[in-house]
């Protein structure tokens, strides 16, 4: 299993561009996550997805859009690049492990976004 | 809304002795989870350890192991033995299953150093 894939790595935008955060996962897992980590802070949720078709704003959506096609991909639009939206994104999905002893979230290796 | 404190910013250790990190939360549901994750400096979200909030029982997977104290709304991650490959940021995570959807919500982070 590849787990979580997210692509690109890195990506420099100039202010006003658009672009998607292309987000993958091979573990059937429902449920899908967006977060954001400026420098010295935690991870703060932008989207969730509890399902195909089904998406939900989290703390900080604005200027950012989803969608959920299909189980395994959950890509994330920006639109109207802006400097604030500079960080470090991580794709995430959760399910439930082997014997439904609990749930398990894992995340993808990040994308660090850099808009000018 | 849930909030996550970890209130060390920074520790360190020396290389085989036991490190303490500390965390707390506030929430208003009964049944949660919560999580340990290590952001080595490749960015990589890594999960440590994880506790589901009905079980008393401290979970522990080799050598982390987690003080969970339900009352007090407190959940300390020990590591003994700390190896080189510890270094890292560690974050505290609040999972909440009464809304459906699993989100976290983080901490700030612990950086921690172990020292040869």
């Known amino acids: 299993n590849a787990g979580v894939t997210q692509t690109p790595k890195f990506r420099i935008l100039k202010i006003g561009q658009s672009m998607t955060l292309q987000c993958t996962q091979d573990m059937n897992h429902n449920y899908m996550y967006w977060y954001r980590q400026d420098p010295g802070m935690g991870l703060k949720l932008i989207y969730y997805s509890v399902g195909a078709g089904i998406t939900d704003k989290g703390e900080v959506p604005n200027g950012y859009n989803v969608s959920r096609s299909t189980t395994e991909d959950f890509p994330l639009r920006l639109e109207l690049a802006a400097p604030s939206q500079t960080s470090v994104y991580f794709c995430?999905?959760?399910?439930?492990?082997?014997?439904?002893?609990?749930?398990?979230?894992?995340f993808g290796p990040g994308t660090r976004l850099t808009v000018t | 809304a849930q909030t996550v404190t970890q209130s060390q910013p920074e520790m360190s250790v020396q290389e085989a002795e036991t490190v303490t990190l500390s965390c707390t939360y506030d929430?208003?549901?009964?049944?949660?989870?919560l999580f340990w994750y290590k952001q080595p400096p490749s960015r990589q979200m890594i999960l440590v350890i994880r506790q589901e909030a009905y079980k008393q029982q401290n979970a522990t997977e080799n050598r982390f192991s987690v003080n969970f104290q339900k009352a007090a709304k407190s959940f300390s991650l020990k590591i003994s033995d700390s190896q080189l490959g510890d270094t890292a940021m560690y974050f505290c995570a609040h999972g909440d299953s009464g809304a459906g959807s699993y989100q976290l919500t983080f901490g700030k982070g612990t950086k921690l150093s172990v020292i040869p």
């Open positions: 929430t208003s549901e009964s049944n949660y989870y």
């Open positions: 995430a999905s959760g399910g439930w492990d082997r014997g439904r002893r609990a749930y398990e979230q894992y």
